[in-house]
């Protein structure tokens, strides 16, 4: 059993739709550089498998939502990225760590050859991208959600900071997001920066909430390495590698990752099964709108299953739906 975190402070909310619900077993996953990683799996054991891997600041808690509506018919399984959660922090921190890890993951979890639908948010996105070409990861996925997430010009592209593009629009998002600075307990002032930079405007008090729980528990120099890492991502060549059908969802007022990235994802996938934009919504869609980022789960999970539907043709085509 992997330990818990050394922050005293809350880690997620404690009841209500974003309360993590108990996971039938916990065990760990040990990733190529010997970085212990907890792992969750929820759900019935004769389901269709879903794994999930969250991104940049959050943990397996930012999944409740998703985990309590695929449980009662799915096999789910969560994981902390490595310094995240109930993760221990690494000395190694690249997003060819994030590839080790997911095969780790799907190594410890899946028996050889069992197919899943693998369902990355932002830096879990980045997590897909990265092990796209990996062996371990081409003999259990069967297709794939990239949801809010990127491929390269994170920072560059970033919205966050609500100026024209350019150099000092780049710089003063650098400094933002990399920040050494402790993030501190949650505040009525810190749950309006945290909404304003990762959230819609029609984001609830509860949406919020939850949110600020989990990313508020980040330890401060987790979330500054990592912030390293993803101002130099690039996994352009690797969107190609991604030969599994692939979904891209993302929120219209996404200022993380805004709908630019999510265009260039379609339009370099080999096997785009669609692009969802969500209107109004912003980075934490999966939180946001839980039941339109399961409802395309559950579609990837009918469509291509434990097959993988490696025959499927490509479709990139664009989705507006309503945000729930």
């Known amino acids: 059993m992997s330990r818990l975190t050394r922050s005293t402070r809350p ?12 996971p039938v077993r916990e065990l760990t996953a040990v990733s190529a550089d010997g970085t212990r990683l907890h792992v969750e ?7 269709p498998v879903v794994v999930l891997s969250h991104g940049w600041t959050c943990s397996i808690a930012f999944w409740a939502a998703q985990i309590r509506e695929l449980a009662p018919d799915h096999r789910v399984v969560a994981y902390d990225q490595r310094g995240h959660g109930r993760s221990p922090a ?5 997003t060819d760590a994030l590839a080790d890890d997911l095969e780790a993951v799907l190594a410890a979890t899946l028996a050889p050859g069992e197919k899943a639908v693998v ?6 996105g980045m997590t897909v991208l990265a092990a796209s ?3 371990g990861f081409r003999e259990h996925a ?5 949801c809010s997430t990127g491929s390269s010009r994170l920072v560059a592209e970033a919205l966050v900071v609500p100026m024209r593009a350019g150099r000092l629009r780049t710089w003063l998002t650098r400094r933002g997001l990399s920040s050494r600075a402790p993030l501190g307990p949650v505040t009525p002032l810190s749950r309006r920066i945290l909404k304003y930079a990762t959230m819609g405007a029609g984001s609830t008090p509860t949406m919020v909430e939850a949110c600020a729980r989990i990313v508020h528990a980040c330890p401060r120099k987790v979330r500054y390495a990592w912030a390293r890492v993803l101002d130099g991502v690039q996994l352009d060549d690797q969107i190609r590698e991604l030969t599994v059908p692939a979904a891209v969802v993302v929120g219209t007022a996404d200022r993380m990752t805004p709908p630019v990235h999510a265009r260039a994802l379609a339009a370099a996938l080999p096997k785009c099964h669609g692009v969802t934009e969500l209107p109004g919504l912003g980075h934490m869609a999966p939180v946001e709108a839980p039941g339109a980022v399961t409802g395309i789960v559950r579609e990837l999970v009918t469509v291509h299953g434990q097959s993988g539907s490696a025959d499927t043709p490509a479709d990139s085509s664009v989705r507006m739906e309503e945000s729930a």
């Open 119 to 124: 369902v990355g948010h932002s830096m879990g």
């Open 142 to 146: 069967a297709a794939v959600l990239l």
């Open 41 to 47: 799996v929820h759900g019935v054991d004769d389901g």
């Open 133 to 135: 070409a990996r062996p």
């Open 11 to 22: 880690t997620s909310v404690a009841d209500g739709p974003y309360a993590p619900p108990a």
């Open 90 to 94: 690494s000395s190694v921190y690249s």
